[in-house]
């Protein structure tokens, strides 16, 4: 039996009435509002998130694989799930790819890892999407995309929800694209793409994986159906007469958005977090005339999963972003005064494993933990004496400052010396946070965050951000 055997998800903090995009480009907004990266988030580090979560429980060195799946990964030309993978501490000994191009990358991406674990080539396959895609200042495409993440692990023992079926359809279908030099998702005219793209296709692979394995509307628990907007959700639900209570009435596109990549993967999880054993789950995801439909059977280890980090928990945990002006700096649209740091590629291969993977030492004498990583006990002298410990991330504000000259798009930046939960102290940045709430013993945890850019690549570190 091969199916889903762990599940996270990832919200970013700041969620943007759609009104607010409307006050400043004209009375049109459509209902609700929208999650926003922060200035410091992107595809890669909410994939990262949400991996994270996936994991929290179990043993990153038992899994062999991760396949990212994104349209918008921060390189054109570099490989995004590796560094995910060394974030999130898996062993090296692994097989990583990224599935890029199209919003059904995250079903595709679930497919592979599904293949690759039936064949038995993987027995453990991470697969982690999110999407970071935007719509042109004053479009609608701006007010409906919404940034989120999701993370599923594919395996073949303790599967809380086993993959019973798939059925795909693939035709040649202009709706959504974004060519090499487009900074905005670029869309066909709305009335024909609904008619001709989504609203044809999608209920044709409902209907097409029914079919397959000979099954009604009734046999179905619960429909997970991603949608780029609500009125085609509508619609779509409507025309397949779902029964009243096996679907979302809101795919979580007027809370979090559409989430392109991740929105099929979201929903899944946000379906798991609530469906019982014994339930039958149908998955469906779209994109430019792809299709890919999932039989999902859920088994009684679903309850080993309760209480994971999914959809719900950030649901409620958000802050609002009433200015629009700076949702513009938080997307790159407005620059912020220009930052060059330096970066050496050579320093950020030597400082993996404790500026990626968060790898300090423990002292083989005297047993005393030390972050940053250190050749000499701080306690005893021995020298080069030590093995590997991971610094725990969760910790205590020891102490703070406030910078206000620092270029931030979101000032002042605050930086804090924490104590870490078993030993260990972080010195960085603290993101996510109101500075006015700032004070010594607060609780924070670390998060992977896009640094800056330095040396002309990306660069990605841990930052502190308040506990929930
Ligand atoms: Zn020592």
Redesign the pocket.
Known sequence: MVGITGFGAYIPKYRMARDVVAKAWGPRFITGERAVDNHDEDSLTRATEAALNCLAAGDPKAVDGLIFASTTSPYLEKQASTLVATAVDLPVEIYTADHLSSVRAGTAALKAAMDAVKGGSAKNLLVTAADTRRGEPGSDSEQLIGDGAAALMIGGSGVAASIEGIYSLSEEFMDTWRKQDDDYVQKGDAAFVQAYGYARMVPACIKGILKKYELKTSDISRFVIAAPDSRVYARVTKSLNLPAGSFPEDPLLTTVGDTGTAAPLMLLVDALEKAKSGERILLCGYGAGNADAFLLQISPEIERLRGRRGVSSYQSSKKPLANYEKFLKFQNTLPTEPLEPYSSWALLWKEKKQNLQLYGTR?K????FAFPRRRI??????KD?YEDAKLPRKGKIYTFAKDHLFPNPDPPTVMAVADMEGGGRFYGQVTDCDPAQIKIGLPVELTFRRFHQGGGFYNYFWKLRPTE
């Open positions: 002292c004498k005297c047993g005393t006990c701080l306690k005893c002298n021995a004496e």
